[in-house]
C-alpha cells in the first residue's frame, strides 16, 4: 500500500478545504475561551448540546490584526463584551488549514444583533421560569427595616460604582455612620455566576448581621450586564433572606436581577441616596414625634399651671378670709369679755350699795338721830322693859351724842 | 400656755364668756378668771397673727 508524508496529506486536506470553502460563511457557536496577543486574538469556539449542556462541537479561531481593528472600529464598546467567554456569537468566518498548524477559523466579523438577540432570548427564559417558579416577587415580600445601617455589598472592590458608592454613603450630610460589609465579588464574566451566588449564601447565614444586602455594579453596555440576566443569580436574590436592593448599571437597563431584588434603583450611588434619605426620613419622623411630644407636655403644664394658679388663688382667700373671720371672733369676745366683767361688777356693787342703803337704815346711831334712844344699866346691860328697869337705881339712857344718868324713882 | 393649742384656747375662751354673761363666775374668782380670758385672748391672736404670717410666707415662696 502506497503512503503519504504527513506533510503531503496536510497540503491536500488544505486544498480539499480551500476548494470547498471558497467565500467567508456564518457560523453559529459560542466562545469557550479568548485570548489577545499582540493586536491579534485566538479563540476557542465550542458548541453545546441543547439538552445535556456537553459539548459537541469544537475548533479553534482568529482574530488577525487587521480585521480585529475593523471589528473594534465596527462594535466600539460592544467589542469586549461580546468577544468573551460565554457569549453566544455569530462569526463570519474563513475556514483555514495550515500544514503545520491544522484547522482554524478566520474570523473576519461579527454580528451584534445575533448576539443581542440571543441574549434577550435567554433573558425572557430565565423570566419565564422565575415566574413559574414564583421567584419574581418572592423578595418583594421582605421587610425593609426603617433604619438601614449594617449594609451588606455585593460588588466587585475594585469597581468604580463601589467606590462612587461607599464615597457617597460615608460623604452623607447627616452624619449617618454606616457599616459596610463587602463580598467582593466579579460583576461579570464567567465567574460572576459562582462568586456572586456563593456570596450571597454566605451573607444568608449571617443574615442577622444586616440590615439589607446592596448589590451594585457600575455602568457597561447591555452586554456587561447581562451577567444579572443569569437564572441562578436572580433566583438567589429572590431567595435571599434579606431585602436585596439593586443599583446595577446605568439609567435604562433592567436586568433579570433588578425584577427579583426588592428595590431596583438604576446605579449604585442612586442606592447610596436611597439608604441615606430613608435614615434620613426615619429620624425626621423621629423629630416631628418629638416635637409633638414635647408640645403636649407644654400644653399639659400650661392648662395645670393655669389651674394651679386659680387653685391657689382660691386657696390664698380661704385662708384669709378664715383669718379675717376668726379674728373678728377674738375681737368680739374681747369685748364680750370686757362687758361681762364689767357687768358683773356692777351687778355685784349694785347689790352691796342696796346693802348699804339698808345697814344705814337699821343702824342704831341713825335710829337714835331720830329721836329713839335706849336704856342701859350702869354696866352696860340692855334694858328692855319696866319691869328690869324698876330693879334699877340708876340708869343710863343713850343719845345719838352722848348718855345722861337718871335716877330711878320708885316710889 | 405653751402647749395648748388654739383650738382649746378658743373653747375655754368661750366657756369663760358664757360663765360671765350667766353670772356663773364667783366674785372671787373674777379677776383670776378676766385674767385667764385675757391670757387665751392674746394667746389666740399671737398664733392666728404667727400662723397668718407663716401661710403668706408660703404663697409669697412660689
Known amino acids: 500500500m502506497e503512503s503519504y508524508s504527513l506533510f503531503e496529506v496536510n497540503e491536500y486536506i488544505k486544498r480539499v478545504i480551500a476548494l470547498n470553502f471558497e467565500d467567508a460563511f456564518w457560523i453559529e457557536c459560542e466562545i469557550n475561551q479568548i485570548n489577545g496577543n499582540r493586536g491579534n486574538y485566538y479563540l476557542e469556539l465550542i458548541e453545546k448540546s441543547e439538552k445535556s449542556g456537553d459539548i459537541i462541537a469544537k475548533a479553534s479561531a482568529a482574530i488577525w490584526y487587521k480585521s480585529a481593528l475593523f471589528i473594534k472600529k465596527k462594535l466600539g464598546k460592544l467589542f469586549d463584551s461580546i468577544l468573551q467567554s460565554g457569549v453566544e456569537v455569530r462569526l463570519k468566518v474563513n475556514v483555514n488549514f495550515n500544514e503545520r498548524y491544522g484547522l482554524s477559523f478566520v474570523i473576519e466579523d461579527v454580528d451584534v444583533n445575533y448576539t443581542m438577540g440571543q441574549m434577550e432570548l435567554q433573558r425572557q427564559k430565565v423570566i419565564e421560569r422565575l415566574k413559574a417558579e414564583n421567584l419574581i416577587t418572592l423578595n418583594h415580600s421582605k421587610v425593609l427595616p426603617s433604619v438601614l445601617q449594617r449594609i451588606a455589598v455585593i460588588s466587585s472592590e475594585t469597581a468604580a460604582g463601589y467606590a462612587d458608592f461607599i464615597e457617597q454613603l460615608q460623604s452623607n450630610a447627616y452624619g449617618y455612620d454606616f457599616q459596610i460589609g463587602l463580598y467582593d465579588s466579579a460583576v461579570q464574566g464567567q465567574k460572576m455566576e459562582s462568586q456572586i451566588t456563593e456570596s450571597i449564601r454566605e451573607i444568608n447565614d449571617e443574615a442577622h448581621l444586616y440590615d439589607c444586602l446592596v448589590i451594585i455594579r457600575g455602568g457597561g453596555s447591555k452586554l456587561d450586564l447581562s451577567g444579572f440576566d443569569n437564572y441562578n443569580i436572580a433566583a438567589h436574590i429572590a431567595k435571599c433572606k434579606l431585602p436585596v436592593i439593586t443599583g446595577i448599571g446605568h439609567k435604562i437597563d433592567t436586568t433579570v436581577s433588578d425584577l427579583t431584588s426588592y428595590l431596583s434603583l438604576k446605579t449604585p450611588t442612586a442606592v447610596a441616596s436611597y439608604l441615606i434619605d430613608s435614615n434620613a426620613q426615619f429620624e425626621a419622623q423621629i423629630i416631628e414625634m418629638g416635637r409633638g411630644i414635647n408640645a403636649e407636655i407644654l400644653h399639659r403644664f400650661d392648662s395645670d399651671n393655669q389651674w394651679l394658679n386659680s387653685f391657689r388663688e382660691q386657696l390664698n382667700y380661704l385662708i384669709r378670709d378664715r383669718f379675717s373671720s376668726e379674728m373678728i371672733n377674738l375681737s368680739s369676745a374681747q369685748k364680750i369679755l370686757r362687758n361681762s366683767t364689767d357687768r358683773v361688777i356692777e351687778r355685784q356693787s349694785d347689790k352691796l350699795e342696796g346693802f348699804e342703803t339698808l345697814l344705814k337704815v337699821v343702824d342704831p346711831k341713825n335710829i337714835l338721830k331720830r329721836g329713839f334712844n335706849y336704856t342701859t344699866t350702869l354696866n352696860g346691860d340692855f334694858v328692855l322693859n319696866s319691869k328690869k328697869a324698876k330693879k334699877e337705881k340708876e340708869l343710863l339712857i343713850h343719845y345719838h351724842d352722848g348718855q345722861t344718868n337718871v335716877k330711878i324713882n320708885n316710889g | ?62
Open chain 2, 1 to 62: 400656755m405653751a402647749k395648748i393649742t388654739y383650738d382649746k384656747a378658743f373653747t375655754e375662751l368661750n366657756k369663760i364668756l358664757n360663765d360671765l354673761q350667766n353670772d356663773e363666775v364667783s366674785i372671787d374668782l373674777l379677776a383670776k378668771k378676766s385674767a385667764r380670758a385675757n391670757e387665751l385672748l392674746k394667746f389666740c391672736k399671737d398664733k392666728l397673727r404667727t400662723i397668718e404670717e407663716q401661710v403668706a410666707e408660703t404663697f409669697e415662696e412660689e
